[in-house]
């Protein structure tokens, strides 16, 4: 599986952004998906995951609703829409993929990852 992660960008506190990752190379509808970030100095973190379908979802609780996970399985594509972003939302943002149903908090459940995308906000 090989999974392409874009949007971030550098914007200012309270504005928006959407990341998207791209998958290929197997199901997308047989994939769970994660997101995770990782800010300078720190530990690569837990964002959203969402299932197979897309009926379960997960957020840490940093950005439980702010941001949203969704996917298109037509399109092998999900999404992090990021609202009322702020300076510690500042970080490397990872889309990771496996292959096992539900929705995971762990790194280590993720067998597939992106490049990362890099999303800056400024205060």
Do not use: H
């Amino acid at each position: 599986v090989q999974l392409q992660a874009c949007g971030g960008g550098l914007v200012q506190s309270g504005d928006s952004l959407r990341l998207s990752c791209a998958a290929s190379g197997r199901a997308f509808s047989s994939l769970g998906m994660g997101w995770f970030r990782q800010a300078p100095g720190k530990e690569r973190e837990f964002v959203a995951a969402i299932a197979w379908s897309g009926g379960n979802t997960g957020y840490a609780d940093s950005v439980k609703g702010r941001f949203t996970i969704s996917r298109d399985n037509a399109k092998n594509t999900v999404f992090l829409r990021m609202n009322s972003l702020k300076p510690e939302d500042t970080a490397v943002y990872f889309c990771a993929a496996t292959p096992k149903f539900g929705v995971y908090r762990d790194s280590a459940r993720y067998e597939y990852w992106g490049q990362g995308t890099k999303v800056t906000v400024s205060s």
